[in-house]
């Protein structure tokens, strides 16, 4: 085998120039343009959207304690807010914050039937404990009604 016939013929020889991406036309008269071979895309998502959906979902088992759970609520009611309003300028994003609005919301009822249910039964306690004093046969029988 001789050096000739070891040729990569996927490598041009070096007297050729090197040229990428498709062959432009050139004329005297104007000159190259660059070629864009692809339009820009659209974003294809708002991500206010997607965070507002994701803490809104987060905040509904994160309700059961109560107050820690207005850390999530309210960054996701003000993402969802802000999503909403760029959809209509972007078109991109509206169906995915309208669900953080949902999820925020059954998060914020999650949290509020809790706090109901802890004051009542806490008042009810303390009432008890106040009335027959805490240890007591008669506390134990007030509390367990």
């Known amino acids: 085998m001789t050096t000739s ?68 609520l309210v960054p996701a009611f003000a993402c969802a807010v802000v999503a909403l309003r760029r959809s209509k300028q972007s078109g991109t994003g509206r169906g995915l914050a309208i669900g953080g609005l949902v999820a925020a919301a059954i998060g914020t009822a999650v949290m509020v039937v809790v706090t109901a249910v802890a004051i009542v039964v806490f008042s009810d306690e303390h009432s008890c404990a106040n009335h027959y004093g805490r240890g007591t046969e008669s506390y134990y029988n007030c509390v367990n009604k």
């Open 5 to 72: 016939d070891n040729v990569d013929p996927f490598v041009p020889p070096p007297s050729q120039p090197v040229e990428v991406g498709p062959p432009v036309a050139q004329s005297s008269a104007e000159p190259a343009r660059p070629v864009r071979p692809y339009p820009p895309t659209p974003p294809t998502s708002n991500t206010l959207a997607i965070t507002s959906l994701a803490l809104g979902i987060v905040s509904i088992p994160v309700g059961i304690f109560s107050i820690l759970d207005l850390v999530l």
